[in-house]
């Protein structure tokens, strides 16, 4: 019936078929009928009109910018089974997608690649032969040194020596969470999260417990505190989040949030893994000081990245980990040694080179037009009852659909069509945020693009 109305066959102010002859051409019970409606009313598709029956709705008002509603999850360590979903998700099941919105990248277009190119050719002209055997542990120094101005930059005083060089921040994190658990071991996560975080705790035999984060500011503190206070007798034995723009909500903690957020998690001696792979995505003038510039007894391993903001397939990524430094530094070598020198090499012959800050104002520029462009689609086209925030950085908008949409079925019908999206369950321990979804808007606007956020709003209106 809703595809009817989409499709034009149903007009606004027609009424619908009663319940008797729905019922009598179905052949289902008048409460399954009666169901049926009920539900297309709540997605604002029809009106009730008393004693006369249902009619098709007008056109509903547009969404407006407001932020999705919490999940309140349960406050015990629990299992966590993943892994299957997100891989089932990932894929693209063999169709061609023309709509990326589902994709973990911004486009290729928004990357410096024919400068990353020369930057390769010369980095690796200056590698002795010395650095292509002996001297690969500890990751290139040249680089370490160019991450540590970075962070001086910001004010945070991290010497070289304390940064691991990973293979992304992937393995980053992973080398964290490996260093700080046992099989067994409880770890706080968002609520949503990064669904890699959650993949991570299953492969390690963990438990997760948690967060309910807000999709503005973030994991919420007092959860946390009550959290803390309740596992005190077993602590869990760190915290995996993302203080700026998390990955899926796009939230950001004011920096009074941050500092309370060390100190609460100090107090208990739970370690902070910090995933801050979108820092250099930031709209405002200045960036977000991450968490660990607040820290205080060298517990925040802050875990960095070069895929999101220059050069994805390079997989380079570190982790500052404080006075856990020399464990991460033996973890990574007794998992691979180290990571590819010639990519290092290319990263430290371009950051010396200069340019990265001019490629990142035009990159940060692009993605704050694309997110407006991709809100305004949103708006226009997604049903009556949407929810989203307006990120502050990053490329990822989470949208939450009205009540009764099912984004597993709208992922599902949006790819046979070529439009991919993450739908939400895949960034819960419990499947929760059926609802909801994540869209990439790091591809440059174009009419595809609004085309296929209209085709998805036409699905969601039947999902
Ligand atoms: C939140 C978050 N953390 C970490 C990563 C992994 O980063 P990398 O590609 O550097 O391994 C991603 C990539 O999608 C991410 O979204």
């Known amino acids: 019936m809703a595809a009817l109305m989409v499709g034009g066959t149903l007009r606004v102010g027609e009424r619908l078929p009663s319940i008797r002859q729905t019922r009598l051409a179905r052949g289902c019970s008048a409460a399954t009928v009666f169901q049926a409606y009920y539900l297309l009313e709540s997605r604002g598709l029809v ?23 919490r999940s ?10 993943v892994s299957e979903l997100v891989f089932q998700l990932l894929g693209s099941g063999g169709h061609e997608v023309h709509a990326p919105f589902g994709s973990a990248f911004p486009s290729p277009a928004l990357f410096p690649l024919e400068r990353l190119r020369c930057a390769l050719v ?14 690969l542990p500890g990751g290139h120094e040249e680089l370490r040194r160019q991450i540590s101005l970075r962070y001086l930059r910001q004010g945070l005083s991290i010497s070289p020596d304390e940064i691991v060089l990973t293979n992304g921040a992937l393995e980053a994190l ?13 770890v706080l996560v968002e609520s949503p999260g990064f669904y890699a975080a959650l993949q991570s705790i299953e492969r390690l035999g963990l438990r997760a417990i948690e967060v309910p984060t807000d999709a503005l500011e973030g994991a919420d503190l007092d959860s946390l505190a009550a959290l803390l206070q309740q596992h005190q007798h077993s602590p869990p034995k760190a ?7 998390q990955n899926p909500l796009g939230s950001l903690m004011p920096p009074d949030k941050k500092r309370a957020l060390v100190a609460m998690l ?40 070069f895929s999101k903001c220059l050069a994805p397939g390079y997989r380079v990524g570190w982790v500052a980990a404080g006075r856990l430094a020399p464990t991460l530094q033996r973890l990574k070598l007794s998992s691979s040694l180290s990571g590819s020198w010639p990519a290092q090499a290319a990263l430290a012959e371009y950051l010396q080179g200069g340019g990265f800050d ?17 809100l305004a689609a949103v708006a226009r086209h997604f049903p009556a009852g949407t929810r989203m925030t307006r990120p502050q950085g990053g490329y990822f908008l989470w949208v939450e659909l009205p009540e009764g949409c099912d984004s597993l079925a709208l992922h599902a019908q949006a790819l046979a069509e070529g439009i991919s999206l993450a739908p939400g369950p895949m960034f819960s321990a419990r499947r929760e945020f059926g609802r909801c979804l ?6 440059p606007w174009a009419e595809g693009l609004e085309r296929a956020v209209a085709r998805l709003g036409a699905l969601a209106r039947t999902a």
């Open 47 to 69: 009106r009730a009109a008393p004693r006369s029956g249902y009619f098709v709705a007008p056109p509903p008002v547009p969404p407006t910018i407001s932020a999705p509603t």
């Open 122 to 135: 010369a980095g690796s002209r200056k590698m002795s032969p010395a650095q292509l055997t002996t001297d």
């Open 72 to 81: 309140q999850p349960p406050a015990e360590a629990r299992p966590v089974e």
């Open 358 to 374: 001019h490629h990142l104002r035009g990159l940060r520029a692009a993605l704050a037009q694309q997110r407006d462009a991709m």
């Open 266 to 305: 100090n107090a208990h001696g739970v370690p902070l893994i910090e995933d801050d792979v979108y820092a250099e995505l930031h709209f405002a003038a200045q960036p977000a000081l991450p968490a660990k510039a607040f820290e205080q007894d060298g517990l925040v391993l802050h875990c960095g990245s």
């Open 174 to 186: 992973n080398l964290s969470l490996q260093a700080l658990t046992r099989p067994g071991d409880a």
């Open 438 to 443: 994540r869209l990439n808007y790091g591809q």
């Open 239 to 245: 915290c995996w989040l993302m203080s700026s723009f």
